[in-house]
């Protein structure tokens, strides 16, 4: 009897304390909730982010930054909770800052990395030299001068870099969306990024990415070979796969000297740089080699390795973010480049490259050799307040260069004291919007001490462009 009640009580001690472990748990993911309930964070108009999918997200109603239980990220914006993931960031253009959230890696040229852990925000100018570990195989970099070392693709303020396991890697921000298929070097004016070895240099100084928490990336540097001549071969170092993945290209800025059109005739030029001809030359695959976004439009440089002519048809599907199909546009087999016109800005395309061939039925056979997903760019502008008299607001838009638009409004706007509105616009057409800027006034007999100018109605291509741009400013 006594043994027996030694055993309950030992037991009992075993659940009071399992008891007491699962109440201290519960009491701080009680607290935790709470703590990450009062977190928040109030974006400025004009600024720009990306949900959890990469869709880029451009701030012009109010925005509140949150953050749950799990640390995951969420933004109330426009009645809707948008997904942000763990580390969000996002680029103030206004202030020409980064504000950055969550955890992350700091790494120096001194070859250390501070693990930043925290919920508040971080700011970091523009104008200084950053690089950032943000997950496995996600990097940021931060410098006022950021390019591939061919100078093939150039930008400034940030960059955001992810990798596929392969080693390639889709280069993104507000101006930009890259995918390359090489392995490519990122330069800024302090260090140098070889993004497929996750390797960081800081002149001669190396440092190893993939030491910091680790790396899924399972790209090796293939080693030099040459074929012999004369070999009966038609291997070659730089072969690729049927999905393009091994191609040694990085994808060009410029659209070469390509002019595709979408209405179904392959004429695409034979541009781009010589990095593009000498994995032409090397090729021995249907193989897409490169997809670069622009603004308006997407340039693909490709190849269609058919020696006996058995490929009835190449050709690209291009679908919007809603899937419906925009257009098919076929490539030419003689050709290598290929210009997708006649797109949306700010639109994620999906493209499906196919080729069709007869089988020994004489059925004709249908086969998808590459699939991407790729966002068209939208123009970047902003609006320059020249002067303000006592009767009127001088004003200069600064236009994109590459984003010539053929119509854009321009809006004045002001809440009296007396709580009536005033409310008035310029409209510029194509001839006004050929240069790099556009300036004009307008002219007023009141306003109020609060006055937004803003741009509307900007239409490109004969499509209509969302754009999201404000200057709000006060008047003594």
């Given at each position: ?371 991407t997903n790729i966002t068209v760019g939208s123009p970047s502008m902003n609006i320059v307040i020249d002067k303000v ?88």
């Open positions: 009897m006594r043994k027996y009640d030694k055993r309950n009580k030992i037991y009992m001690g075993i659940i009071m304390i399992f008891s007491l472990i699962l109440i201290i748990i519960f009491s701080l993911f009680i607290a935790k909730v709470i703590s990450n309930g009062k977190i928040e964070y109030y974006l400025d108009n004009g600024s720009i982010l990306y949900d959890k999918d990469k869709n880029l997200i451009k701030v012009s109603d109010e925005a509140v930054l949150k953050i749950k239980w799990n640390d995951q990220y969420y933004l109330n914006y426009q009645d809707e909770v948008i997904l942000l993931g763990n580390n969000p960031i996002v680029y103030n253009p206004n202030k020409d800052v980064m504000q950055l959230y969550g955890t992350y890696y700091e790494v120096t040229s001194l070859g250390e990395d501070k693990v930043i852990v925290n919920k508040d925000e971080t700011i970091v100018k523009t104008v200084d030299s950053k690089f950032y570990k943000i997950d496995d195989r996600k990097y940021l970099l931060i410098d006022p001068s950021i390019k591939t070392e061919d100078e093939q693709l150039a930008t400034s303020n940030y960059l955001i870099v992810e990798l596929d396991t392969l080693g390639n890697a889709v280069l993104y921000n507000n101006s930009v969306n890259v995918k390359t298929f090489k392995p490519t070097v990122i330069v800024t004016s302090t260090y140098r990024f070889d993004i497929a070895n996750e390797k960081l240099f800081f002149g001669e100084d190396e440092i190893d990415l993939k030491k910091i928490i680790g790396s899924t990336n399972k790209y090796v540097e293939p080693e030099d070979s040459t074929t012999e001549e004369g070999t009966d071969s038609d291997e070659s170092t730089n072969q690729g796969n049927d999905t393009g993945n091994n191609q040694v290209v990085t994808p060009p800025v410029d659209e070469g000297n390509g002019n595709g059109t979408n209405d179904g005739n392959g004429n695409g030029g034979g541009g781009g740089s010589s990095n593009i001809d000498e994995i032409i030359d090397n090729t021995r695959t249907t193989s897409i080699i490169s997809v670069t976004a622009s603004v308006g439009y997407i340039t693909v440089d490709y190849v269609v390795y058919d020696p006996l002519d058995e490929l009835e048809s190449v050709f690209v599907e291009v679908r919007d973010n809603t899937g419906n199909l925009v257009s098919v546009c076929y490539l030419d087999k003689a050709s290598t480049n290929f210009i997708i016109t006649g797109l949306k800005p700010n639109i994620k395309y999906n493209l499906s490259f196919k080729y069709q061939y007869y089988d020994e039925n004489n059925q004709i056979v249908e086969q998808e050799f590459d699939n008299t006592s009767s009127r607001v001088y004003y200069t838009i600064n236009l994109d260069k590459d984003f010539k638009l053929s119509g854009l409004r321009v809006n004045l706007n002001s809440e009296l004291d007396d709580g009536s509105n005033v409310s008035m616009h310029n409209d510029y057409g194509s001839s006004d919007l050929s240069g790099d800027k556009v300036s004009g006034y307008f002219t007023y007999d009141k306003l109020g001490k609060f006055v937004t100018i803003s741009l509307s109605n900007a239409t490109y291509n004969g499509y209509g462009v969302d754009i999201d741009v404000k200057y709000k400013f006060v008047r003594s």
